[in-house]
């Protein structure tokens, strides 16, 4: 049985590993085989999140908000969940105005808890005008939550760092193998 634990879960890393880097090279086909045969493994909020992101930037948006809209309900308690606000919005500006701006409203507000870059301002300024730039949105949105994610990793790596003597998603936390306990 152990054996067996490790052997998909394995498959899983290999999965979600082998369709980022598909990702990163614009792979978009064998990204979204790699991400479903990692959810295939392991039920995860982060194979959803990644699904959507691949039906976002290929255009297939109703695929991408079930994506997302899943992920979401799985994952607010993961340090993936501002990647998911993000592309959240992200696909709901491209399909829909009203519902775009509300989701960004709720990426501002969250993102702005957790020691934001300045382009912050930026992205609330597209919120509050209702003007937004997509393409732009897209490349600030994707640099935060770089940053965000990062200052994570290296706290959940090293036990230093931003994070470090921060409240996190409202209470006291300690990261331990990539989940958020209170």
């Known amino acids: 049985m152990v054996s067996a634990c490790s052997t998909t879960h394995y498959a899983y890393s290999k999965g979600m590993f082998d369709g980022k880097d598909a990702l990163k090279r614009g792979d978009y086909i064998g990204a979204k085989r790699s991400f479903e045969d990692a959810y295939q493994?392991?039920?995860?909020?982060?194979a959803f999140m990644y699904l959507a992101i691949v039906d976002y930037k290929t255009n297939n948006l109703d695929s991408a908000e079930r994506f997302i809209r899943a992920a979401e309900t799985m994952s607010s308690g993961n340090y993936h969940y501002l990647r998911v606000l993000g592309y959240k919005a992200?696909?709901?500006l491209k399909k829909s105005g009203d519902q775009?701006?509300?989701?960004?409203?709720?990426?501002?507000?969250?993102?702005a808890l957790h020691d934001p870059l300045?382009?912050?301002?930026?992205?609330?300024?597209?919120a509050r005008s209702g003007n937004v730039d997509v393409s732009r949105l897209e490349n600030l949105?994707?640099?935060?939550?770089?940053?965000?994610?990062s200052d994570i990793e290296l706290y959940m790596g090293s036990g230093v760092g931003y994070y470090d003597a921060r409240d996190f998603f409202?209470?006291?936390f300690r990261f331990h193998g990539g989940g958020t306990f209170r």
């Open 41 to 46: 493994n392991e039920k995860s909020p982060d």
């Open 90 to 92: 992200l696909i709901l």
């Open 100 to 111: 775009g701006l509300e989701a960004l409203d709720h990426y501002v507000a969250f993102y």
């Open 118 to 126: 300045e382009s912050i301002n930026d992205v609330h300024a597209m």
């Open 141 to 149: 949105i994707e640099e935060q939550i770089s940053w965000y994610e």
């Open 170 to 172: 409202g209470g006291s």
